[in-house]
């Protein structure tokens, strides 16, 4: 190899790297308790959304990023459903520095996961009889900037 190519070779190996190598479904849940009596009452929910991330380092450069949706949906006081997915990716990132790897795993890595679950949610939901949820679209970068200012705010209260 000539010292061009090897030049070549190691300014493409410095490079930011970001690709997805699976998405998968790691828990689902789905409680009806309220079934089959609660088909019979008049339908006027309520929807309570959970949203959650974890992020965990695998070998070499993989990561597994975990995001959580939970869904209880009440009529009236008597709850309907509750429904829980835990939808999961790795992701392989090489390359970047420590604010640009924890914006991607906890902002982008969540944003590609989020249609799966949704998608997710909404088929086991309608597979329990109920009507389609419509997950309005999450901002994950607002998410983990507000994470970052709270993390922040939380850090000079325990200096004062």
Known sequence: MTDQQNTAATEEDSQPQFSLQRIYVRDLSFEAPKSPAIFRQQWEPSVGLDLNTRQKALEGDFHEV???????????????????????????????????????????????????????????????????????????????????????????????
């Open 66 to 160: 975990v995001l959580t949706l939970s869904v209880t949906v009440k009529n009236g006081e008597e709850v309907a459903f509750i429904a829980e997915v835990q939808q999961a990716g790795i992701f392989l990132i090489k390359n970047l520095d420590a604010a640009s790897m924890s914006h991607t795993l906890g902002a982008f890595c969540p944003n590609i996961l989020f249609p799966y679950a949704r998608e997710t949610l909404d088929s086991l939901v309608t597979r329990g009889s109920f009507p389609a949820l419509m997950l309005a679209p999450v901002n994950f970068d607002a998410l983990y900037a507000q994470e970052l200012q709270r993390l922040q705010e939380d850090g000079a209260q325990t200096v004062q």
